[in-house]
Structures are given as C-alpha cells and as structure tokens.
C-alpha cells in the first residue's frame, strides 16, 4: 500500500510559477512509476506528466511540454512538479499517481487545487 500526499497548490497570476510536491508512504515508493494528472472543471482527468518506474524517464502532454518539469527524488520519497508559464487553463485539481507503469496508476493522492487566474 502506498499514501500519496500532495502539496503546493494554490492561486497564481498567469504566466507565474507553482511547484507541486507530492510525498509517498511506504517502503516500495521506487518500486512505482510516479505521475500527475489534472482534472479541470466539467472536463475529465487527463494525463500530465510522469516518470518511469526503473529510470525516472520524464513524459509529458504535450500541453505541457517546454512549460513543466516532472522530477523524483528517491531519497525523500517525493515528486515534484514543477510548473512555469502557468495558463488559465491550468486551472485543476492536480492528483499524484503511483503504479507499475505509468498507463496503470493504482494509488492516487487526494489532489491539490491549483488555479490560475487572468
């Protein structure tokens, strides 16, 4: 069993910065690739960003490639999502996943808001 618990959301002008953190409980955290979704509202839960299992190997959408960065460090049992050039249509609940691979998240965090305004 693995606890994800994410932080860092909040309110921020657009074209401004956020980083999310997200810490695992448990003793496997580098056994699991390690991702962010977002859901937006009336929209459904779409895939972010994240990191292979073995190799932290980083994927991304690609409406957030260039503008978000998706790191791991092992020794602290964190994910980090670092967010620039936010835009208003990053306006979501952001949920940290962890799971075997990254198409089969299985433990999901409660979310943290982060909103963007104009």
């Known amino acids: 069993q693995v606890q994800l618990v994410e932080s860092g959301g909040g309110l921020v002008q657009a074209g401004g910065s956020l980083r999310l953190s997200c810490v695992a409980s448990?003793?496997?955290?580098?056994?699991?690739?390690m991702g962010w979704f977002r859901r937006a509202p009336g929209k459904e839960r779409e895939f972010v960003a994240a990191?292979?299992?073995?190799?932290?190997?980083?994927h991304y959408a690609d409406s957030v490639k260039g503008r978000f960065t998706i790191s791991r460090v092992r020794a602290k049992n964190t994910v980090y999502l670092e967010m620039n050039s936010l835009k208003v249509e990053d306006t979501a609940v952001y949920y940290c996943?962890?799971?075997?691979?990254?198409?089969?998240?299985?433990?999901w965090g409660q979310g943290t808001q982060v909103t963007v305004s104009s």
């Open positions: 990191v292979t299992r073995s190799d932290d190997i980083a």
């Open positions: 996943a962890a799971g075997w691979q990254i198409a089969t998240m299985i433990y």
């Open positions: 448990g003793r496997t955290f580098n056994n699991y690739a």
